[in-house]
């Protein structure tokens, strides 16, 4: 009865069509009826994905935490990133060249940290307001001479929303002017309080000039996520999260990704948003093509059929007409969604619409 006063109204629409969740609201004003929309989880939303997925404790492994520098401007984030790649990663780095893929997984005697190239907490809310939580934990970087700043507190509001653990980095303790106690004071009122001050929150200080309280830095993201508990099913199939993605010349749609559980080989076909392709080339975080790459790892994946967003979902998948499926409905059910979001709805033009 729907398609047929849908056809009244000039739209074209068969009996298996996916309305916009705007479009079936609207229907349900004109109907009287009272409308709620359950969201699906992913697992739901894919389930023949879910099928082959296993869930058992005993194939469970601990992974790598996953990481983010959040703090003020010019505290000194991405000089303590790169201070930690230097020390751990440049050495073994063939040629020294790093592909930049926005994430990058440093080593130290066997432990392993992912930490996000994405810095800044408009990319850690955009993420999160896509649905994407992939840090684990915060590294709140404060400047021992600045103290805590505006964009300090919004940091650790940030932090708090996405219920991530905090670990305080007071850098820059080589300048003369550093005062740490006026910082672990002004944190302490923010509810941040000092392990040492009987308090709950990891601090470290550091200078990503000297290189100090880098290894301390280190262990004690390894220690909070030993308490976190981080755990991945290598032998599942592959899924995370697009950080980046663009087109590249010769390599055609390039994706950034993480993968957060399940083991990525080379030849898996992919459903990411409303793209799917075959992860043809994978080539790792320090620029080396590899076969395969397990949980909490960054790699760089090509080709898919579109470009996906950041904050996009993946998930490897069997079935490449089912992917291409689902990708094509969600391209369409997108598509409404920003064609309704473009015009002012009412009853009268919603019709004309579709
Ligand atoms: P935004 O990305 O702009 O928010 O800044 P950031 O937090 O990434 O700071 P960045 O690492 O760019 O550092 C800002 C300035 O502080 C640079 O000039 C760094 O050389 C300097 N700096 C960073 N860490 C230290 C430190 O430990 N000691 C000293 N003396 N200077 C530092
Ligand atoms: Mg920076």
Redesign the pocket.
Known sequence: IITKLLLEHNVRATINQILSEEIVQLLGLEYNVEIEIKKKEASEEYDFVADQVSAREEDKVLRAPIVT?L?????????????IRKTKVAEGEVGGITQHIGAHKVETNGKHVVFLDT??HEAFTAMRARGANVTDVVVL?V???DGVMP?TEEAINHAKAANVPIIVAI?????PSANTLRVKQQLSNLDLIPEEWSGKTPFVE?????G?GIDTLFELLWLESEILELKAIPKNPARGVVLEAHLSEGRGVVANVIIQDGTLHQGDIILCGRTYGRARLLIDDKGKEIKETGPASPVSISDFSDIPEAGDKFYVVSDIQKAREIALEKRNKDRETSLAKHQHITLDNLYSMI
């Open positions: 520098f703090g003020h401007v010019d505290h000194g984030k991405t000089s303590l990133l790169d201070c810095p800044g970087v400047a021992a001479d964009q850098n820059k303790i080589d300048k550091t200078s990503a000039i000297t100090a």
